[in-house]
């Protein structure tokens, strides 16, 4: 499932709402721009097309693509634009907490991804991360995930299909309903005609114009405070200095307005939501698998990691910006809510034509958010579910067609959830819930049974529907019912998250107990410390050089990430 959410999503409202104010001053020459990059991914579709022959390529892309293109992919499909104007809304309401979602709660479960985890994904030779739980437990811990998946990707496809028909109405004017379906016709064309190679390339393509819609809009908002000091200066003087720093007022005991505190943000969105987005989540999984190699499937989420990083800077940069020329924003007397913070500057601060690439960027972001959900449901729809348990064995280039006709059937499905999205008052909030719901159950039953030879094949079924129902009781029962006091719906989803995980893990193991653990020559290249023969597969030729080791590229990484947060911490 896509994000947003940099993994998991921030706290600030979602786009549920824009001040009409901000509607912007757009001409000729920033449609021009729009309908050029219209132009330009429906050509990256039909160019696709001819590529696909198989089931394979259609799904996959035939595993044939280089890192640097998968690696691209995989962080453009998270880089939803549902995550851009939240972790912007984020920054103007708590300010620098949100490196978090970054430098805790997206690098290190990236790393473990590519160093850990995709040699037995890519290695099994599985085609969906459901099919690697067929592997390990049985039918019913696959169909179970399988469903469990299908259902959460075109929810998550409706709130980027929603959150953008919100954003385009407020600035350009559009009705909701007309974006939403030229959107989803967009995305419907392109990923039809090509499959995932299509969707591949053009979040490729999206992830540059994400940027170059950001980078203006980041220094041309530290121009106006004058620069990085006057914005601390402007900040600390509103807010205090704990609103630039990363770990101010999280100590235990302490109250702060994320109604967290720094062991609930390290285990809470550090490990349990973190890696149980980055490590299960098919819709970026899927990007590493339609890797040439392994080597090259280790290094996409690798590759990945150093953009997300720095992504960060420009998203939080323009909310804290907003925070410091609206002193007020998110009140009722200031006309803005925190949501209004990139929409607002990109009015105050670009000019036409500048002003026609920032829309097309938010654009492209929605498209790509959406278009992650919906090619990683296509795939797990025909292969884990049409191919395994309705129509078995048929010829290969009728899944190619189903596949194609489910594309349709999930895109329509978007648009009614699209719609279903509305009836929540905090989009944010609703996604990170969802995660909360499905993506910590399925990571506790990957990481059980990837290290716990005796965990035995019923056990995956049983932690899996232990989790997901643990987790769902927490939050509509204890939370919402107020059993148990939470200062915020964020607090509540970490809370959930652990509860599922913890939940699940105990299940799983007193299943196993009782019932009988798979053959070990049944397990090979499924659990540490075992091999398949994908799994020894030599490098390509130039893979083997030092730069390109995943080791390094991983814990590179992690250091890196670190140290980002030395001038965040006093």
């Given at each position: 499932m896509q994000t947003s959410p940099t993994g998991p999503a921030p706290l600030a409202a979602g786009p549920t709402y824009l001040a009409a104010e901000l509607r912007l001053p757009t001409n000729w020459l920033d449609y021009t721009i729009l309908a050029i990059y219209f132009v330009v991914v429906l050509g990256i579709g039909f160019a696709a097309r001819r590529s696909v022959k198989t089931s394979l390529d259609f799904f996959l892309s035939g595993r044939s693509l280089p890192a640097w293109i998968t690696g691209l992919?995989?962080?453009?499909?998270?880089?939803?634009?549902?995550?851009?104007?939240?972790?912007?809304?984020?920054?103007?309401?708590?300010?620098?907490?949100?490196?978090?979602?970054?430098?805790?709660?997206?690098?290190?479960?990236?790393?473990?991804?590519?160093?850990?985890?995709?040699?037995?994904?890519?290695?099994?030779?599985?085609?969906?991360?459901?099919?690697?739980?067929?592997?390990?437990?049985?039918?019913?811990?696959?169909?179970?995930?399988?469903?469990?998946?299908?259902?959460?990707?075109?929810?998550?496809?409706?709130?980027?299909?929603?959150?953008?028909?919100?954003?385009?109405?407020?600035?350009?004017?559009?009705?909701?309903?007309?974006a939403i379906v030229v959107a989803g016709a967009f995305v419907l064309a392109y990923i039809t005609l090509g499959g995932l190679s299509s969707a591949i390339y053009n979040e490729v393509l999206q992830f540059?114009?994400?940027?170059?819609?950001?980078?203006?809009?980041?220094?041309?908002?530290?121009?106006?405070?004058?620069?990085?000091?006057?914005?601390?200066?402007?900040?600390?003087?509103?807010?205090?200095?704990?609103?630039?720093?990363?770990?101010?007022?999280?100590?235990?005991?302490?109250?702060?307005?994320?109604?967290?505190?720094?062991?609930?943000?390290?285990?809470?969105?550090?490990?349990?939501?973190?890696?149980?987005?980055?490590?299960?989540?098919?819709?970026?999984?899927?990007?590493?698998?339609?890797?040439?190699?392994?080597?090259?499937?280790?290094?996409t989420p690798l590759i990945a990691a150093y953009p997300k990083i720095f992504i960060v800077f420009l998203v939080m940069i323009p909310g804290l910006v907003a925070?410091?020329?609206?002193?007020?924003?998110?009140?009722?007397?200031?006309?803005?809510?925190?949501?209004?913070?990139?929409?607002?500057?990109?009015?105050?601060?670009?000019?036409?034509?500048?002003?026609?690439?920032?829309?097309?960027?938010?654009?492209?972001?929605?498209?790509?958010?959406?278009?992650?959900?919906?090619?990683?449901?296509?795939?797990?729809?025909?292969?884990?579910?049409w191919a395994r348990y309705v129509k078995p064995g048929q010829e290969d280039g009728y899944y190619v067609r189903f596949g194609r006709l489910i594309t349709v059937i999930g895109v329509c499905a978007s648009v009614g959830t699209a719609f279903l999205a509305s009836s929540f008052s905090n989009i944010m909030s609703y996604l990170q819930t969802l995660f909360s719901f499905f993506n910590v159950p399925m990571f506790v039953v990957f990481i059980v049974g990837m290290f716990w030879k005796r965990a035995s094949a019923k056990s995956g079924f049983w932690g899996l529907l232990a989790g997901t129902a643990t987790a769902m009781v927490n939050y509509f029962v204890f939370y919402k019912k107020g059993i148990i006091s939470i200062p915020?719906?964020?607090?509540?989803?970490?809370?959930?998250?652990?509860?599922?995980?913890?939940?699940?893990?105990?299940?799983?193991?007193?299943?196993?107990?009782?019932?009988?653990?798979?053959?070990?020559?049944?397990?090979?290249?499924?659990?540490?410390?075992?091999?398949?023969?994908?799994?020894?597969?030599?490098?390509?030729?130039?893979?083997?050089?030092w730069y390109r080791k995943p080791a390094l590229l991983g814990w590179g990484a992690v250091v890196l990430a670190a140290a980002c947060y030395i001038p965040f911490s006093f």
């Amino acid at each position: 499932m896509q994000t947003s959410p940099t993994g998991p999503a921030p706290l600030a409202a979602g786009p549920t709402y824009l001040a009409a104010e901000l509607r912007l001053p757009t001409n000729w020459l920033d449609y021009t721009i729009l309908a050029i990059y219209f132009v330009v991914v429906l050509g990256i579709g039909f160019a696709a097309r001819r590529s696909v022959k198989t089931s394979l390529d259609f799904f996959l892309s035939g595993r044939s693509l280089p890192a640097w293109i998968t690696g691209l992919a995989f962080i453009s499909a998270n880089l939803a634009a549902t995550e851009i104007l939240g972790m912007a809304a984020n920054s103007a309401q708590y300010g620098a907490y949100t490196v978090h979602w970054y430098w805790i709660g997206a690098i290190p479960a990236m790393v473990f991804l590519g160093l850990v985890m995709m040699p037995f994904y890519y290695g099994s030779k599985v085609r969906s991360v459901p099919e690697f739980l067929l592997l390990r437990f049985d039918k019913a811990a696959h169909l179970l995930s399988s469903i469990l998946f299908a259902f959460a990707a075109i929810l998550i496809a409706g709130v980027n299909l929603y959150a953008l028909a919100i954003v385009v109405e407020a600035l350009l004017g559009w009705p909701q309903w007309v974006a939403i379906v030229v959107a989803g016709a967009f995305v419907l064309a392109y990923i039809t005609l090509g499959g995932l190679s299509s969707a591949i390339y053009n979040e490729v393509l999206q992830f540059f114009v994400i940027l170059a819609a950001l980078i203006p809009i980041t220094f041309l908002g530290l121009k106006k405070v004058g620069g990085w000091d006057g914005l601390t200066d402007k900040l600390t003087a509103q807010h205090g200095a704990n609103f630039t720093t990363a770990w101010g007022g999280t100590g235990i005991g302490s109250a702060n307005p994320l109604g967290a505190n720094w062991l609930t943000i390290v285990l809470g969105l550090g490990f349990v939501l973190s890696f149980g987005y980055w490590t299960t989540n098919f819709a970026e999984v899927q990007r590493a698998l339609s890797a040439k190699n392994l080597s090259a499937g280790q290094r996409t989420p690798l590759i990945a990691a150093y953009p997300k990083i720095f992504i960060v800077f420009l998203v939080m940069i323009p909310g804290l910006v907003a925070a410091a020329l609206v002193p007020k924003i998110g009140t009722p007397g200031s006309g803005l809510q925190y949501n209004d913070a990139i929409p607002y500057l990109m009015q105050e601060l670009l000019p036409n034509g500048v002003l026609g690439i920032a829309v097309t960027g938010l654009l492209a972001a929605f498209m790509a958010g959406m278009a992650a959900n919906v090619s990683s449901f296509n795939t797990v729809f025909t292969t884990d579910i049409w191919a395994r348990y309705v129509k078995p064995g048929q010829e290969d280039g009728y899944y190619v067609r189903f596949g194609r006709l489910i594309t349709v059937i999930g895109v329509c499905a978007s648009v009614g959830t699209a719609f279903l999205a509305s009836s929540f008052s905090n989009i944010m909030s609703y996604l990170q819930t969802l995660f909360s719901f499905f993506n910590v159950p399925m990571f506790v039953v990957f990481i059980v049974g990837m290290f716990w030879k005796r965990a035995s094949a019923k056990s995956g079924f049983w932690g899996l529907l232990a989790g997901t129902a643990t987790a769902m009781v927490n939050y509509f029962v204890f939370y919402k019912k107020g059993i148990i006091s939470i200062p915020s719906d964020q607090g509540a989803n970490f809370v959930s998250a652990i509860a599922g995980f913890v939940a699940g893990a105990v299940v799983m193991v007193a299943v196993s107990l009782f019932t009988k653990a798979k053959p070990a020559d049944e397990l090979q290249g499924l659990v540490y410390g075992t091999k398949s023969p994908g799994m020894s597969e030599p490098p390509s030729e130039g893979d083997d050089a030092w730069y390109r080791k995943p080791a390094l590229l991983g814990w590179g990484a992690v250091v890196l990430a670190a140290a980002c947060y030395i001038p965040f911490s006093f």
